[in-house]
């Protein structure tokens, strides 16, 4: 599965967008983006996944780059129970495929 | 959603003990569900697949005679760290994958802690 780079950590203001941004240029077109987060002492939550179109669900919006070397995730609202490590990760969409987990962004939301 | 559920949520046990832990999807049947570890200030790191009705396939490093996995039903992975011993105090947390969506979703994970 591809590489993804991600920053280590952002900060958010409360109320306001938060924009996680994910390389992974070395993506090939078979590839997924997904995206989970996982907030302290807890399991990993899925948030979305994509694989060239934007997409949007109740939690997030996934904007995917033309060229799929990049995307955005996108909190519209963040919260203070945002706060957590975002994990982006690429896969085939296969059954059986495994995940693989990079450091993710700890994003903390501030008051 | 897909709900997961892991149980015991935490265990304490003595070195040498075993220590069995279940991974249920509740909502979905999952022929594949998967073991991660997980240790302080440390990503996921994925363990074993475990295949129901088969044997699970263990990443390089994981002893499988001592993660003793058994996926009995399309419901139900266990997890067994026989002999425990302090090294073995982690994080422990399940996915399991839905077919119809292919996507993995997680349990709440198991904190155990061996003395």
């Known amino acids: 599965d591809a590489k993804t780079t991600q920053p280590p950590s952002m900060d958010c203001a409360e109320g306001r967008a938060a924009n996680l941004p994910c390389n992974h240029s070395?993506?090939?077109?078979?590839?997924?983006v997904y995206w989970y987060r996982q907030i302290h002492s807890q399991g990993p939550q899925y948030i979305i996944h994509g694989l060239k179109n934007n997409e949007t669900n109740e939690m997030a919006s996934l904007i995917i780059t033309e060229d799929r070397k990049s995307s955005t995730l996108i909190l519209p609202h963040a919260t203070l129970r945002d706060t957590a490590v975002y994990y982006c990760i690429v896969r085939v969409k296969a059954a059986g495929n495994k995940l693989t987990f990079g450091g993710g962004t700890r994003v903390l939301v501030k008051p | 959603g897909a709900v997961v559920s892991q149980h015991p949520s935490w265990v304490i046990c003595k070195s040498g003990t075993s220590v069995k832990i279940e991974c249920r999807s509740l909502d979905f049947q999952a022929t594949t569900m998967f073991w991660y570890r997980q240790f302080p200030k440390q990503s996921l790191m994925l363990m074993a697949t475990?295949?129901?009705?088969?044997?699970?396939?263990?990443e390089q490093g994981v002893e499988k005679d001592k993660f003793l996995i058994n996926h009995a039903s399309l419901t139900l992975s266990t997890l067994t760290v026989t002999s425990a011993h302090p090294e073995d105090s982690s994080f422990y947390i399940c996915s399991a994958l839905d077919t119809a969506t292919d996507t993995q979703y997680f349990g709440p994970g198991t904190r155990l802690t061996v003395l």
């Open positions: 475990s295949n129901e009705g088969s044997k699970a396939t263990y």
């Open positions: 070395t993506i090939s077109g078979n590839e997924y």
